[in-house]
């Protein structure tokens, strides 16, 4: 095995030091290869360094333009809440043909996180495309979808989430919150309230939607 593959062994393995050395050596004994300062950046990326990541990342940019080193980007600046640098990273990967779900799925966070859900949805839809069994990518679509007032799409993707796993407290939550605010259904609602409370018994929100439940009862709505 040359250096590079020595260092992804080592790297597979954890032992990030030894994976340092190989990939440095690979640096030096090729020092126009992109290849080396991405896998040195994914190392010191995995072993918690992300700022010293950004710079092998960005010296391999300068050699080459990949979209790997712009995903990792990408990745660190959403880690560090800068969601505005990390969409542009997202979005030159996709453009240089990391078309995959995890791309779409954090350029959609990316929109979400900036407020921005109606930007997020095409690229969050695309990822549960890619993956219909991702179920956090599914309930991050149906957020969005909800955020942006279309409450039948939302429902929609809420239920696949919950035939999925039933026991979503969260999505039983959103579910409720749905047929109260756009159908004004108390009485559905408050059956996914009291079962996603009965799961996390601490969901303020599904607590605070039955009281809400409750109240409209009191006062002769059903």
């Not at 979209?67 to 980007?73: E, F, H, N, T």
């Not at 453009?95 to 954090?106: E, I, P, Q, S, V």
């Not at 549960?128 to 969005?144: G, I, K």
């Not at 159908?183 to 601490?202: G, S, T, W």
Request: net charge negative; charged share 25%.
């Amino acid at each position: 095995m040359d250096n590079k593959q020595q260092g992804l062994e080592a790297f597979r393995q954890k032992k990030y030091d030894e994976a340092l050395k190989w990939f440095n050596e690979a640096i030096e004994e090729n020092p126009d290869d992109p290849l080396g300062y991405i896998h040195f950046g994914d190392v010191l990326l995995a072993a918690g360094e992300a700022e010293k990541a950004l710079n092998f990342y960005k010296k391999a940019l300068e050699l080459k333009e990949l979209p790997a080193p712009y995903y990792s980007l990408g990745t660190i600046h959403y880690q560090q809440g800068r969601y505005e640098e990390a969409a542009g990273c997202f979005e030159k990967a996709l453009r240089l043909g990391l078309a995959d779900k995890d791309t779409h799925f954090m350029l959609g966070m990316c929109f979400v996180m900036l407020n921005h859900p109606r930007f997020a949805i095409p690229y969050l839809q695309r990822s549960t495309e890619l993956d219909e069994t991702d179920a956090e990518a599914r309930f991050q679509y149906a957020l969005a979808l909800v955020k942006s007032n279309i409450a039948e799409e939302a429902l929609k993707q809420f239920r696949q989430v919950l035939a999925a796993n039933p026991e979503h407290a969260d999505a039983l939550y959103n579910t409720g919150a749905i047929y109260l605010q756009f159908y004004r259904q108390p009485d559905e609602a408050l059956q996914y309230f009291e079962q996603a409370v009965k799961i996390q018994p601490d969901h303020l929100l599904a607590g605070y939607g039955i009281k809400v439940v409750e109240k409209l009862r009191e006062n002769g709505v059903q």
